[in-house]
């Protein structure tokens, strides 16, 4: 039987195999200092937050590393062992960033949408029972005209891309890639009155679009 460190040292093998396979997987991730759990935060799976980039020449991807981390408890929990914690990692789908991703709103936008996993631990069962999900994020310094009056961003999660499988095999189990994509104002009021037909619609409109994973300012809405 493998151990919980085995389980991880070999989950993490197969996250960095997809990503390169992908694009130029950065050697660092992106951490802190002080693991927010310790503050009060969500807790992560193996307890360690961290975050991958990965480099192509058309665009910069910005991914969690760490919420399909196997359970730090999994030798002693056996309602965890089985698992690879949440059952997926979140992306964005960036234009090319030069240097560090950390200052940038398409990581804010990602950080938000990990900790939004991480504080509701189940999202991977939603995902089960519809191809799309829409949820509203704080704490994203994008233009105003991208805010509702309560200052969150809207953002459609689960939309297909080209070049990034929907899932990758790990150490216990396939997890899914979810991609986190920023939404106008028009777009999320659409999802917001239209339900999951109109998460549906939406999805369909942004793929006819093009890009269809791609989070820029630059992008025209659908509604």
Request: charged share 20%.
């Amino acid at each position: 039987m493998s151990t919980y460190q085995q389980h991880f040292d070999t989950s993490c093998e197969l996250r960095n195999g997809l990503w390169n396979s992908v694009g130029k997987l950065d050697p660092d991730v992106i951490a802190h200092l002080i693991n927010p759990s310790f503050m009060g935060g969500p807790t992560w799976p193996s307890l360690r937050q961290a975050f991958a980039t990965i480099r192509t020449p058309e665009r910069t991807i910005i991914a969690s590393d760490g919420l399909s981390d196997p359970y730090d408890d999994s030798e002693t929990n056996p309602a965890n062992a089985p698992y690879n914690g949440f059952g997926l990692e979140v992306y964005v789908a960036a234009e090319p960033i030069t240097g560090g991703v950390q200052t940038t709103w398409e990581f804010q936008l990602l950080y938000q949408a990990a900790q939004l996993v991480a504080q509701n631990g189940s999202i991977i069962n939603l995902f089960e029972e519809m191809p799309f999900l829409s949820t509203e994020l704080y704490d994203v310094d994008v233009p105003a005209e991208y805010r509702n009056a309560e200052g969150r961003v809207g953002v459609l999660l689960g939309l297909p891309d080209e070049k990034i499988p929907d899932n990758v095999q790990l150490s216990l189990e396939s997890v899914k890639l979810v991609n986190v994509k920023l939404l106008t104002l028009a777009e999320l009021d659409y999802v917001i009155a239209n339900g999951e037909e109109g998460r549906v619609k939406l999805a369909e409109l942004i793929q006819q679009q093009g890009n269809a994973t791609l989070s820029t300012l630059k992008r025209k809405s659908v509604i």
